[in-house]
């Protein structure tokens, strides 16, 4: 994390309260490293003379706009870039997001919100995630390397397709997970139709991971909806 | 339309034929009473003169015969022809006259000519008296019929009769038929009207007149309803450009209050009064999110971006991100899909919106907690799918239902009538009751 403060951000809107505001809430989270910019052409120069890791750029500017700045500074830069817009409008939101940004902002918007998006694009683009291996229930381990529920001595084998639907529960855990969004992890694109199947599997992966599958305590159903992984 | 045709038809023949009989008659008597008009030539007819005159006639002792000359109207002649063939009395008599007749000038002169003058004959006791009128001022003819045709005469007339009423509605049918097209048109142009599509006739005919005032009107409509587009569109871009403007400094307000409520220097006072105006800033934030896509589906300005959607995976994804957003134990909601293979076409983020806004909906009006259930399933034709969602709570005020259709007042929020107006703009229905607890009914097409 410490490497990801350093980082050079560069904030650009015409706004100067906005600026001011961007500053102090990522000031107070650790970023020393803030520019400030209320024009186009003042950004492209601090941009060009920086190594700026991450842009945010305001939609309306004095002298142009954020997609056309966007399109200047990509000449020479691939660092992610948040569009913030005042424009709420599906139409900037998906031109923002065509053009290829990274994330997208509707003013107004909470400080915090903001800085967990730059916290959380910053470490997407420059930090590699330590792979989980896997994770630990009461009474056995789910491991990822190894594809297999550790319980004791014994060591039950998990199958391709459920490793895929334990592993897309447990990114979510303790939230629900749709049946699409299972479906479509284990099935891909064409996963239509494949509804019972995953019943199936589910039924197999708690006989593997539940003390009492019949009356399951991790692997939760939420009725005609999804699953939910309770760890 | 065929009905109308059928009317007019009828009215126009029967009518026609009715004209043509009553003409007809009126015509035949008025005939028989104004058949000759030789009585206007002088004061009396002919006939009448000739008889006041025989009247008039006088034979003295000697033989002599003399009449009144003064009632013969000027310009006209009378001679007595006694039995030898002489004129024995005269008044006015022209020179081309001749003063003796023989058997065959007699016989030819009662062929009502004499030296072309029109003549009238009364058989007197002891000759002719003869009425001359002047040359050229009267015509004779003859006509002469059989008895049989008297005897024929009632079944003639009724053929006659027929004839003509038949003719009479041919024609009127001719007639009629250019009317009922002429009047097609016209009601054509109404129809339109009504639609609202442009109307644009010919202003000629018997019509002409109503054609004109239809296009007018047409003309009117259409000017009234691009005024209206214009101002639609002012309004729903007004409403745009102010949230926009609100945005702004909003997020001033927001990101100060925000960051006032976190402040360890202030009290605890002064931060529960930062984190109040954080709070009332995001309700106007959404407020200004709600009024900018109400406005523009008011309107049907809103840009669509319509795809082929699976309703059922839609509807699975709303509910779990309300789930995953913390809902409380207290809720439960279920989802009964008997329509997977479903799509329907439309806009994925705003009916989101319509199906988040009514669950929302039953959560915040159920502080107590309630259980929702959500069902959708196709109806028998297929071309449908209707999904039903309940809960077993309090249900919502009147005026909530009643007020579903319109932007509310901001007591109760745009939620619902945010959710009617996104279902609506995808050609659906959504219906709304309490009945043990809150229930809405929605259907929409489905993409097949």
Request: net charge negative; hydrophobic share 40%.
């Amino acid at each position: 994390m410490k490497e990801l403060l350093n980082k050079n951000i560069l904030l650009v809107d015409d706004e100067k309260e906005i600026l001011k505001l961007l500053e102090e809430s990522l000031f107070k989270e650790g970023f020393y490293h803030i520019f400030t910019a209320e024009n186009c052409s003042r950004a492209l120069k601090l941009a060009s003379q920086r190594n700026i890791a991450l842009f945010v750029l305001d939609v309306s500017l004095p002298d142009g706009n954020g997609f056309s700045l966007y399109e200047d500074i990509r000449e020479f830069s691939d660092a992610p870039v948040i569009f913030l817009t005042a424009r709420g409008e599906a139409e900037d939101r998906l031109r923002g997001l065509e053009l290829g940004a990274d994330d997208y902002i509707v003013k107004p918007f909470l400080t915090r919100e903001f800085v967990l998006r730059v916290k959380g694009l910053l470490k997407r683009t420059y930090q590699t995630e330590p792979v989980q291996s896997g994770f630990d229930l009461p009474d056995r381990r789910v491991s990822f390397e190894t594809a297999s529920v550790i319980c004791g001595d014994d060591e039950i084998r998990l199958t391709a397709k459920e490793l895929i639907l334990i592993k897309r529960l447990y990114e979510n855990k303790n939230k629900i997970v749709t049946n699409d969004d299972l479906c479509l992890a284990a099935w891909g694109d064409d996963y239509y139709g494949y509804a019972s199947t995953l019943m199936v599997h589910i039924r197999h992966i708690r006989e593997k991971l539940e003390l009492n599958p019949s009356k399951p305590s991790h692997i939760i159903t939420v009725k005609g909806i999804g699953y939910k992984l309770v760890i | 339309m065929k009905n109308t045709a059928f009317k007019i038809y009828a009215c126009f023949v029967l009518s026609a034929a009715a004209i043509a009989v009553i003409l007809l008659i009126i015509n035949f008597f008025a005939l028989a009473v104004v058949a000759t008009d030789t009585e206007n030539i002088y004061e009396n007819s002919p006939r009448r003169e000739l008889n006041m005159i025989s009247d008039s006639l006088t034979v003295d002792d000697s033989g002599k015969v003399s009449a009144d000359a003064s009632l013969v109207s000027p310009d006209c002649w009378c001679i007595f022809i006694d039995e030898s063939g002489e004129v024995v009395w005269s008044c006015n008599m022209p020179e081309d006259i001749p003063t003796h007749y023989t058997v065959m000038d007699i016989a030819s002169m009662t062929r009502w000519f004499l030296n072309d003058y029109p003549v009238y004959v009364n058989t007197e006791d002891h000759g002719l008296l003869v009425l001359g009128y002047p040359k050229n001022s009267v015509g004779k003819y003859s006509t002469e019929y059989s008895m049989q045709w008297f005897s024929d005469l009632p079944w003639r007339l009724l053929t006659v009769l027929l004839i003509n009423a038949a003719l009479a509605a041919i024609i009127a049918f001719i007639i009629g038929t250019g009317l009922y097209r002429q009047l097609r048109l016209m009601v054509k142009g109404i129809i339109n009207l009504k639609e609202e599509k442009p109307v644009k006739l010919k202003e000629r005919g018997i019509f002409g007149e109503i054609a004109r005032n239809l296009n007018n009107t047409s003309a009117a409509i259409e000017r009234k309803n691009n005024l209206l587009k214009k101002r639609d569109n002012a309004r729903s871009e007004w409403v745009s450009c102010i949230s926009h403007d609100i945005r702004t400094p909003l997020s001033v307000i927001l990101g100060n209050a925000e960051a006032m409520s976190e402040n360890d220097a202030l009290n605890e006072e002064e931060r529960k009064r930062a984190d109040i105006i954080k709070r009332q800033s995001i309700k106007i934030k959404k407020l200004v999110e709600d009024l900018n896509l109400m406005s523009s589906l008011e309107y049907d300005m809103q840009p669509f971006r319509k795809k082929k959607i699976r309703l059922c995976s839609l509807i699975r994804r709303t509910v779990s991100d309300i789930i995953n957003a913390g809902l409380d134990d207290k809720y439960s909601v279920e989802f009964i899909s008997e329509c997977e293979e479903a799509f329907v076409l439309g806009d994925e983020s705003l009916l989101e919106r319509a199906f988040f806004n009514i669950i929302s909906n039953s959560i915040s009006h159920n502080k107590e907690g309630c259980s929702i259930v959500i069902k959708a399933h196709t109806n028998k034709l297929g071309n449908m799918v209707e999904i039903n969602i309940w809960d077993n709570g309090s249900g919502v005020d009147q005026d909530v239902l009643e007020n579903i259709e319109k932007i509310p007042k901001t007591k109760h929020g745009l939620g619902l009538p945010m959710a009617y107006k996104i279902i609506n703009a995808h050609g659906g229905s959504l219906h709304a009751e309490n009945n043990n607890g809150f229930r809405v009914y929605i259907t929409l097409p489905s993409d097949i």
